[in-house]
């Protein structure tokens, strides 16, 4: 009779869903269609669960997460710029090969305005263009933002060498100093 009276007091996992608490970490839950591949997972990764790889060559960055390694502390989900990776309720990460603990997803490479050479995600590059259009004062600047975020290092490094040596700063700087009685 005590039994019946107090009710069960055991879970009835695995045979019905286990209910989790509010803020459970489970499993991160990676959303290519929202990722720009910016990297900032990566780096906040403490366990290295997430990598990335670029290859030029082909054009593309390849972003990987191993389920294997991660100790979901949620510290992606806090540094991802446009939230396409959320700790789900999932923690039932069983599997047949240590392979099938790892996702991946690959983007495709903005080629500089400049040069033509691949330099960044697409999306990383079309998603910084929105953010500064928003701040500029008008569709000029806006397209010179545009243009510039479109351009890779090399070629932005080249343009500011170009663009000192027409303001004539190297020759001021070359002047002995005025010295005064």
Avoid at 54 to 83: H, K, L, M
Avoid at 114 to 138: I, M, N, T
Wanted: charged share 25%; proline share 6%; hydrophobic share 35%.
């Amino acid at each position: 009779m005590e039994i019946f009276r107090t009710g069960e007091a055991t879970v009835q996992y695995p045979f019905a869903p286990m209910p989790v608490c509010k803020d459970f970490r489970g499993k991160p839950e990676h959303r290519a269609e929202g990722c720009i591949a910016c990297a900032a997972c990566t780096v906040a990764c403490p366990a290295n669960a997430i990598g990335m790889e670029t290859d030029t060559a082909a054009g593309n960055r390849i972003w990987s997460i191993d389920y294997g390694r991660c100790v979901f502390c949620g510290r992606c989900e806090e540094s991802c710029p446009t939230g396409a990776i959320r700790l789900s309720d999932d923690f039932e990460l069983a599997v047949g090969s240590k392979a099938d603990l790892t996702r991946k997803a690959v983007f495709t490479l903005a080629d500089c305005a400049c040069c033509g050479k691949p330099f960044a995600p697409a999306k990383e590059v079309d998603y910084v263009a929105r953010l500064l259009s928003q701040s500029a004062r008008s569709a000029e600047e806006a397209d010179r933002l545009r243009l510039t975020v479109s351009t890779c290092p090399a070629c932005k490094r080249a343009q500011d060498v170009h663009h000192i040596a027409g303001m004539g700063i190297g020759r001021q700087m070359t002047k002995e100093p005025e010295t005064t009685p």
